[in-house]
């Protein structure tokens, strides 16, 4: 098992930023491959970016290229998404999610857990 916690979300104005982090305990971190997700009211959830075991790579959707970092840091166990120029449309609940994978995973169904999820809030 795989317990994994986000937080940093928040209320920001356009073009600000935020961190968010999430902090993982249980089965060898450094063996899964993380994502993170969002999902706003009355949408499917979205992949935004996902990362490697070794943190060597990653993958973008295009909706967040250019703005969003994903990165890792296995000592702390702990998977960051650094989010840039913030729009009112990225407004949504965020989730991490871990897949035990040597390469990129990008398809939720592929993921075996999820964090509780951390709400993200952009003013206009």
């Known amino acids: 098992q795989v317990q994994l916690v986000e937080s940093g979300g928040g209320l920001v104005q356009a073009g600000g930023s935020l961190r968010l982090s999430c902090a993982a305990s249980?089965?060898?971190?450094?063996?899964?491959?993380m994502g993170w997700f969002r999902q706003a009211p009355g949408k499917e959830r979205e992949f935004l970016a996902t990362?490697?075991?070794?943190?060597?790579?990653?993958y973008y959707a295009d909706s967040v290229k250019g703005r969003f970092t994903i990165s890792r840091d296995s000592a702390k166990n702990t998977v960051y998404l650094q989010m840039n120029s913030l729009k009112p449309e990225d407004t949504a609940v965020y989730y991490c999610?871990?897949?035990?994978?040597?390469?990129?995973?990008?398809?939720?169904?592929?993921?075996?857990?999820w964090g509780q999820g951390t709400q993200v809030t952009v003013s206009s």
């Open positions: 249980g089965r060898t971190f450094s063996s899964y491959a």
């Open positions: 990362v490697r075991w070794s943190g060597t790579s990653t």
């Open positions: 999610a871990a897949a035990l994978a040597i390469g990129l995973v990008v398809t939720p169904g592929k993921f075996d857990y």
